[in-house]
């Protein structure tokens, strides 16, 4: 197989798209969105490292429940 051939072409983009839909699939299961319970803010826990990330976003459920306790 020649590596100027089309066919050759279609190959080489078919693998790489299906190595770029494994790689979003898998890393869809690594995050997930949890609320700070003290501020209300939203977060990222990603549990291949462990580490929380904060998106700078709040719950407003949350800041309402917080406000009728005050």
Not at 7 to 21: C, E, G, Q, R, T
Not at 28 to 33: A, E, H, K, L, R
Not at 42 to 60: C, E, G, H, T, V
Request: hydrophobic share 45%; aromatic share 8%.
């Amino acid at each position: 197989m020649d590596i100027h051939s089309s066919k050759f072409a279609i190959i080489v983009i078919i693998i790489l798209v299906s190595i770029l839909a494994l790689q979003v699939m898998t890393n869809n299961n690594n995050s997930y969105q949890l609320i700070d319970s003290e501020t209300c803010e939203i977060y990222i826990m990603d549990a291949n490292i462990n580490a929380k990330k904060y998106l700078n976003k709040f719950d407003q459920k949350c800041l309402d429940f917080k406000n009728l306790n005050r």
